[in-house]
């Protein structure tokens, strides 16, 4: 499995949570977002045994594009308040600890629209999908 399958997998749980209800104005496929789930815990497997392993980076002993990529994509599942889905593995949370202390300010900084979403999601967004 390629990284661009793993960030595919973690786009769709985003999108089944927050922007295909919003365009369709129907309910959350609750069905659909835990086979997603099941999924996004499988390429985190993966993502651990096949990209990290012993490695500090997923291509080595220095950051690069693909630990960027990954892990902004990694973010949409913050934005969801399913970070668990990822933290749960203590390779991969330890890997997203260490690349974004590295990216840090500016980590924060290109996130704060994640983080402004993540807080909307909780109070806004999910309880108006439960009325539909």
């Not at 499995?1 to 959350?28: A, D, G, Y």
């Not at 815990?41 to 990529?69: M, N, Q, R, W």
Request: glycine share 2%; net charge neutral.
């Amino acid at each position: 499995m390629l990284l661009h399958s793993i960030i595919f997998r973690i786009l769709q749980c985003f999108s089944l949570q927050v922007i295909i209800p919003r365009e369709t104005k129907k309910p959350v496929d609750w069905e659909q977002v835990d086979m997603m789930k099941k999924r996004v815990a499988y390429v985190v497997h993966h993502l651990d045994k096949t990209f990290l392993g012993e490695k500090p980076y997923l291509c080595g002993s220095e950051i690069s594009i693909a630990d960027i990529l990954c892990i902004c994509e990694l973010m949409q599942l913050n934005a969801v308040h399913e970070e668990q889905l990822y933290e749960t593995n203590p390779n991969v949370k330890a890997w997203a600890d260490r690349v974004k202390n590295r990216l840090n300010p500016e980590f924060d900084e290109a996130h704060k629209i994640v983080y402004r979403l993540r807080d909307l999601y909780k109070t806004t967004i999910a309880p108006s999908f439960a009325k539909l």
